[in-house]
């Protein structure tokens, strides 16, 4: 490990120690003794919080930009997010620690909860976006304030490494956050389209398929059954290793009776397999009343590991591990880590019918 990963890594794990989630802290003997008592985790041992929807977002509406993962590395960075902003016809407030840099990270622990804290409680922010996603989101779940949160229901989207806060923040609240494009993000008109369907409105979005034509920076937006069927339920959506490396603590996914919906970028198919079969040994695929697959880039197997000459496509993990559910699962969907972005709203009910390739989102994430 490279000093300077080593004081990060070191830094981190001392400020998780302030919450009582350290190696030995308070916070892991509780959940420990808990887990082993009831055999679930604490949030799937709390009844689950009451669905709130934020407000529509409104061309002159002020909001937040925060970095919770990695740092902003340029100015020429903040100046697409404002660029970004304006083309909506929004106003922006930037989080203080915005420019900060710890590592690999976009300031301490304190610094990046800060931020998205500030803003939940600034009554002019009516909405929160995520500038990146990166790395180092999941550190700071214990330190935001969740009664903030549910007090003051807003727009928060981002994807990738921002899974762990979604998982979070609707365990935790109930929040309706969104799973979409961060603002350095490329939108697309496709990408615009959908960003304003779910933000903008409160018509229900209603069926969200693939562009009509292929982006030509991602050209392999094919839809397929993997299983056939039809299932109706709550939208969850996130990265597959977020989803993954949050098992086993307080802000595990909960799959029970929804639309399950997976992405992942830069993971060799033995990666995938390896994550995809933990949430089927957990039960969580069993639990899911469906199952979407979205975007996969650079999800191939590489050529320099001489022991994997013989390996498996990512189509082929999929058939077998998401085939061999007996539940309908549909992969191909354009969300996560590509050009032509969907934005969903999680907690939403969806129906999915993986025979015609259709995810109909029945209601609209906000409200006026």
């Known amino acids: 490990m490279r000093r300077r990963a080593f004081l990060t890594a070191m830094t981190a794990s ?27 985790c604490a949030s ?50 930037m989080g203080p620690n915005v420019r900060k840099r710890a590592g690999y990270l976009g300031g301490s622990i304190a610094e990046r909860a800060g931020d998205v804290n500030a803003m939940f409680a600034d ?3 009516k909405a929160i976006f995520a500038i990146r996603g990166g790395y180092g989101s999941a550190q700071i779940l214990p330190a935001l304030d969740y009664d903030a949160i549910a007090k003051n229901p807003k727009i ?8 762990a806060m979604h998982l979070a923040i ?5 929040l309706v956050t969104f799973h979409g494009p961060v603002m ?19 018509k229900p979005i209603g069926s969200v398929t693939n562009p ?40 595990e996914i909960d799959t029970r009776g929804k639309i399950l919906c997976l992405e992942d970028v830069g993971e060799e198919p033995y990666s995938m397999d390896r994550m995809l079969t933990q949430l089927r040994l957990s039960g ?22 001489p022991g994997f000459d013989s390996n498996f496509s990512l189509g082929e993990i999929v058939d077998d591990i998401l085939g061999g559910l007996r539940i309908p699962v549909l992969a191909g969907l354009t969300f996560g880590h590509t050009a032509d972005q969907l934005t969903l709203p999680l907690g939403c009910m969806a129906a999915l019918d993986a025979d015609a390739g259709t995810l109909t989102i029945e209601e609209s994430g906000v409200v006026d």
Not at 284 to 305: I, Q, T
């Open 184 to 202: 350095l993000s490329g939108f697309t008109p496709y990408t615009i389209e959908h960003f304003k369907r779910a933000l903008f409105q409160t």
């Open 212 to 251: 009509a034509e292929s982006n030509p920076l991602r050209p392999n937006h094919t839809l397929r059954t993997v299983k056939g069927g039809k299932a109706r339920g709550p939208i969850v959506a996130g990265n597959l290793t977020l989803i993954s490396t949050t098992m086993g603590t307080p802000y």
């Open 123 to 125: 009554a002019e922010v």
């Open 170 to 174: 609707h365990q935790k609240t109930g």
């Open 44 to 93: 799937a041992a709390i009844g689950a919080p009451k669905i709130m929807k934020p407000k529509v977002l409104k061309k002159g509406d002020t909001v937040g930009f925060v970095t919770p993962s990695t740092y902003v590395s340029s100015p020429d960075e903040i100046a697409t997010a404002l660029r970004t902003a304006e083309y909506f016809g929004l106003k922006v407030k």
């Open 14 to 40: 001392k400020e998780l120690a302030q919450y009582g989630l350290g190696r030995g802290g308070a916070g892991a003997r509780v959940l420990g003794s808990l887990g082993a008592a009831t055999g679930l």
């Open 284 to 305: 969580k695929l069993d639990a899911a009343a469906g199952v979407v697959f979205g975007e996969c880039s650079r999800c191939a197997p590489r050529d320099y590991r």
């Open 156 to 163: 928060f989207q981002g994807y990738s490494d921002i899974t």
